[in-house]
């Protein structure tokens, strides 16, 4: 059975961007988590660490340990970890404030799939955000200007559907779905518009493209 990772390496671990997985520490650190599996360095300059689906693995199972409760503002524990909104979230949303550290989310998560994806190419969602459809969805929604659903105003609701890779979108009205359409199309996403059988609401279903 392979040993947990060590004090030092869980801070590594836990240090790592938390959109694109991206490590800093020592170089014997990353290369102890390269050896566990926890870890890979990328073949192209300027040859960072980041964390493989095992790394990303052990610092969720953490995260669900600490937190009883899920987050209800903008970040987590009120640590300040960039966490997305999805809609629905009990504290008023802060656009203003929120801008840099979107921004900065979106422009890592480019960066994650120019790294990741095969081709390098930046249009297409890579593999962390087919693990992460819920946030990943999310953040492109808030990148591209969409407002999240809040206490104080109506937005987009981003959920969890039981088909594999599709999330289903939520919106007050049919001009903003039609409007998150666009904005998740532009970020590489197909969404298509659905009406719930039963509550007749109107919603989207949308999925990251493979080409």
């Known amino acids: 059975m392979t040993r947990p990772p060590t004090a030092a390496q869980r801070r590594v671990i836990d240090a790592a961007d938390p959109v694109t997985g ?4 020592t170089e014997a650190q990353l290369a102890a988590l390269v050896k566990r599996g926890l870890a890979f360095r990328h073949p192209r300059p300027p040859h960072d660490h980041f ?3 095992a790394g990303h693995r052990i610092r969720e199972e953490e995260e669900e340990e600490e937190q009883k409760a899920p987050p209800t503002g903008d970040t987590l524990a009120g640590t ?4 997305a909104r999805v809609g629905g979230e009990e504290q008023p949303y802060d656009g203003s404030g929120r801008v840099r550290e979107v921004h900065s989310a979106w422009q890592g ?4 799939r120019r790294m990741t994806n095969p081709d390098g190419a930046v249009g297409r969602p890579c593999g962390w955000e087919r693990a992460h459809l819920v946030r990943a969805a999310a953040i492109a929604l808030e990148a591209a200007g969409q407002r999240p659903a809040g206490p104080d105003a109506d937005g987009y ?5 039981p088909q594999p890779e599709a999330v289903a ?3 007050p009205d049919g001009a903003a779905l039609r409007a998150c ?3 998740l199309e532009r970020a590489g ?3 298509g518009e659905y009406t719930e059988p039963r509550t007749r609401a109107r919603y989207l279903l949308a999925s990251p493209r493979r080409v």
Do not use: D
């Open 22 to 25: 991206r490590l800093r520490g």
């Open 51 to 53: 964390l493989t689906p």
């Open 157 to 161: 609701r981003v959920r969890a559907t």
């Open 181 to 183: 359409a666009a904005a």
């Open 109 to 112: 998560l480019l960066e994650l």
């Open 80 to 83: 300040g970890v960039f966490s």
């Open 169 to 171: 979108v939520y919106g």
């Open 189 to 191: 996403w197909q969404a």
